[in-house]
Each structure stands twice: as structure tokens, then as C-alpha cells.
């Protein structure tokens, strides 16, 4: 392996790393408490998609603080009643009647107080759509007060930390290792099961009933009208796409697959006019689908993959999208029956990859490959072909072979060994992840198990 392979591969790495999760999220509760017992003058705004966990998050950041905190949730109504009630939230805060009229004047209000406050405003976009100027009116107040804004718009978002007195955070969906808390009662293949179906968001994955089988959880929470999922998926979360239909017709395309933007272009109708380019950033910034390289040919634009981000979603998009009318004629527990059971295998297999994906990524950030950057991806082997799953650091390249519902005993590893060795020209070891275990012990890096990936702690 030489020097310039390496030195190339670690430059990937660091891209890599810092795209798929920015500058290690790992640490986003210290940067927000930090940020609250700073002394400087900025805005904190936390970006994340609905019900990605932005609320759960600043109250864990908070808790133990001495100060007195305001807290209010913009409503899509009008400027009058948001501030009527904000007003009120103040009022309650201060044991007194606050005489002011409008948001700028509150915000003066805010600024001139002697107590130190933590306020915090969801829906922040709402709250600049109503009162132009407030931005300063804001700024004022952060001399004084702790500011948090959270959005789930992204362009908004960017645009105000254009200013450099609004610094920006992104919260991701959890991790399964975050947000599994309520499941951890079940055997390892039925968690696995779930994270695979209902993706991490700790909303969803508390709506889960881990008493009910996976089917009835299915009917229950995304085949019926008026379950608070299907509410979820098919209005809230798509609220910032608006009218831009053409994206759902990208996530109908793509499903649980990956593909290549030529194959987009041709599949969606469309021509190299940039339009599909806009609708996929819109996409990415919302943090619903992601491109990805093979981590050791980071720099071939050619080899980029689209494909959706959340497993909850590539569910929703392969078998239930496209067929939402059918659900209706024959019911949920036919359409399940029909439509879904006899897929699940397949689609298990072809997902797994996603959970490892987390799995690596946490280990690695806990040490478990050593000190140095490591990476999880696709491993570009030549222009024809690539493997599925691979780690890159410093010292080593692993590629995972992944094995649905078998048990690997020592013959399939030598099989697996030899074929590695002889693709990569001895440049890559083997790594195995299989859903039944092994006749040999696991350890959590090269041999892993549905008991590593689920005993991962947040």
C-alpha cells in the first residue's frame, strides 16, 4: 500500500466524515451547554427536520440550569396571537403584566432585564416571517439573555447564519443506539426488524408497541389513516417540500434503492437542465436523501449514489407510497399480506447495510478501530465493481460481508477471506456481519453480531 494511497484516502476521510455527520455530532450536547454558559453575544439556531428530536435535545442541554427559561412553539396562525401568547409566557416568567405590543418592543423588554434568561423559540421562521426586522430586535436581546431558535427550514436557516451572530447546529434524526431505549426488552432479530421498518426518530420509535408483532405495528401506525405516523409521514414531515410534488416523485423513484444521477435523470423524465439538481438539494438539505462516494474514490464524481436516508421512509417509499389507494379497497391486514409479507426478506437484506453503517460509525467514535479516522462506505474495486459495506483507517481496510439469516461457520469465512484477498490484490481484510451469529465467537469489530450492533450504548 503506498504513501499517496494513503495520504489521498485520509483527505477523503476527513470529507467523508465531516458530510455524513458533520464536525462529530457526538458532541453537540457540549456544544450547546457550553454555548449556554458562554458569555459572548451569538444566537444559537438548531436546524432538524419535524420530529427529529430538536425539542428532546434543548431540554436535556438545559436541564440542572439555574436560570429562569421562556419557552414558546410558533404557531402557524398570525403575528397577533403568536405574540399575545409570547407575551404571556413572558408575563409569567417576570410574576407581573408586560405592557409591550409587539415582538420588537418584548425583545427590548427581554434585553433590559436584570435577571440572566434562557429563551428559546421554536418554529423560529414563523416568527421572521411575521415581524420583519426582528433579527435585530433579536441580536439586541442576546447581549443580555441566552437565545435559542430552532426551524425545520433549511433555507431559512442558511440564511440567517449568513450573519455571524447566528451559529448554526443540525440534528439528525437519532441513531437507533440513541433512541431504541424502549425496544431493548426485545430479542436482538425483532429490534433489528423494527430499526430496518420504522427507521431512529425517537418520535416514531416511541409510538412503537414492542408487545405487538411487527405486522400489527405496521397496520397500526402506517396503513391507518388516523395513526399519528402516517399523519406524520404524509404531512408534517413533507410540510417544507410545500408544492413541489416533483420530489416525491424522486423518493418514489429511489425507494430502498441507490442510484446514480444519469438513472434519476432518465427514470423521473427529466433532462440535464439543472432542475433535478435543485430538487434533490432541496432533498439533502432537508436531510431526507443523501449522496454517497466510495470512500476510497471520493474524488470520482462518477461513482456518486443518491439514496433515502431514513429507514422509516425507504419503507414508506417501497411498499406503501405507491399503492396508498390499494390500503383502501382491500384493507390493511390483505394489503400487508399481499403486498408486503412476502417482500420483507429481500428488503431486510438489502437494508442492512444501513444499520452497520451506524453501528461502525459509533464504534469508531468510541475507539473500538483505534484512534485514527475511520470511514464506512462502498469500496471501489474497479469501474464494474464494488463491495456493499467496508471501514477505512489509517492502519486498516476491512470489508463486511453481510449475511441475512445464516449462520457463518468456519468454511463460509474461509470462502469470504479468499474472496476479498483475491478482489483487493491482498489490500483489504474481511469483516463479517451476519443477523444469526457465528459457530465462532464475535468481537464486535471484524466479526459482528445483532448482539454488538443492539448492546451499543448512546
Not at 58 to 68: L, Q, T
Not at 277 to 296: A, H, S
Not at 368 to 385: C, F, L, P, Q
Request: hydrophobic fraction near 35%; charged fraction near 35%.
Amino acid at each position: 500500500m503506498s504513501d499517496n494511497w494513503v495520504v489521498q484516502n485520509l483527505e477523503n476521510a476527513l470529507n467523508t466524515w465531516n458530510e455524513k455527520i458533520g464536525i462529530l455530532e457526538a458532541d453537540m450536547d457540549d456544544r450547546v451547554k457550553k454555548f449556554l454558559s458562554s458569555k459572548d453575544e451569538n444566537i444559537l439556531v438548531i436546524y432538524g427536520i419535524r420530529k427529529s428530536g430538536k425539542t428532546n435535545y434543548i431540554k436535556n442541554a438545559i436541564k440542572g440550569r439555574k436560570e429562569k427559561v421562556i419557552y414558546y412553539e410558533m404557531k402557524n396562525t398570525n403575528e397577533k396571537e403568536n405574540f399575545l401568547l409570547f407575551r404571556n409566557r413572558v408575563s409569567e416568567i417576570f410574576s407581573n403584566k408586560i405592557s409591550c405590543l409587539d415582538f420588537p418592543s418584548i425583545f427590548k423588554e427581554l434585553a433590559s432585564a436584570e435577571e440572566r434568561l434562557i429563551i428559546i423559540i421554536e418554529n423560529a421562521d414563523l416568527l421572521f416571517k411575521f415581524s420583519e426586522g426582528i433579527a435585530e430586535d433579536i441580536k439586541k436581546a442576546a447581549k443580555a439573555q441566552r437565545i435559542i431558535l430552532t426551524t425545520s427550514q433549511a433555507d431559512f436557516s442558511k440564511e440567517l447564519c449568513r450573519d455571524e451572530r447566528f451559529l448554526s447546529i443540525d440534528k439528525p434524526v437519532s441513531k437507533y443506539y440513541e433512541s431504541f431505549e424502549p425496544l431493548k426488552v426485545l430479542p436482538y432479530s425483532k429490534q433489528l426488524q423494527f430499526q430496518l421498518v420504522f427507521g431512529s426518530s425517537e418520535f416514531v420509535v416511541s409510538k412503537i408497541d414492542p408487545e405487538e408483532s411487527l405486522k400489527r405495528n405496521v397496520r397500526n401506525l402506517l396503513l391507518s389513516n388516523d395513526s399519528i405516523i402516517s399523519e406524520y409521514i404524509e404531512h408534517e414531515l413533507f410540510e417544507d417540500l410545500g408544492k413541489k410534488s416533483y420530489a416525491f416523485l424522486i423518493l418514489s423513484i429511489l425507494k430502498d434503492r441507490r442510484m446514480r444521477y444519469g438513472d434519476l435523470v432518465e427514470e423521473t423524465g427529466q433532462k440535464y437542465n439543472g432542475l433535478l439538481d435543485k430538487q434533490l438539494n432541496i432533498l439533502i438539505d432537508l436531510g431526507l436523501v443523501r449522496k454517497t462516494y466510495p470512500i476510497n474514490r471520493k474524488l470520482d464524481r462518477k461513482k456518486v449514489l443518491y439514496e433515502i436516508s431514513d429507514n422509516l421512509l425507504r419503507f414508506y417509499f417501497r411498499f406503501i407510497y405507491p399503492d396508498r389507494d390499494v390500503v383502501e379497497i382491500i384493507g390493511s391486514k390483505a394489503y400487508y399480506e399481499k403486498y408486503i409479507e412476502e417482500n420483507l426478506d429481500d428488503y431486510f437484506k438489502n437494508s442492512l447495510r444501513t444499520v452497520l453503517t451506524d453501528y461502525l460509525e459509533k464504534a469508531s467514535l468510541d475507539g473500538k478501530y483505534g484512534n485514527s479516522i475511520a470511514i464506512v462506505g462502498r469500496y471501489y474495486i474497479s469501474d464494474d465493481e464494488e463491495e456493499e459495506m467496508a471501514i477505512i483507517t489509517e492502519h486498516c481496510h476491512r470489508i463486511f460481508s453481510l449475511f441475512y439469516d445464516k449462520r457463518v461457520d468456519d468454511e463460509m469465512l474461509s470462502k469470504e477471506k479468499k474472496r476479498i484477498r483475491e478482489k483487493t490484490k491482498g489490500n483489504a481484510e474481511i469483516g463479517l456481519f451476519s443477523t444469526n451469529g457465528f459457530t465462532f465467537p464475535s468481537d464486535g469489530e471484524a466479526y459482528i453480531s445483532l448482539k454488538d450492533v443492539f448492546s451499543l450504548k448512546a
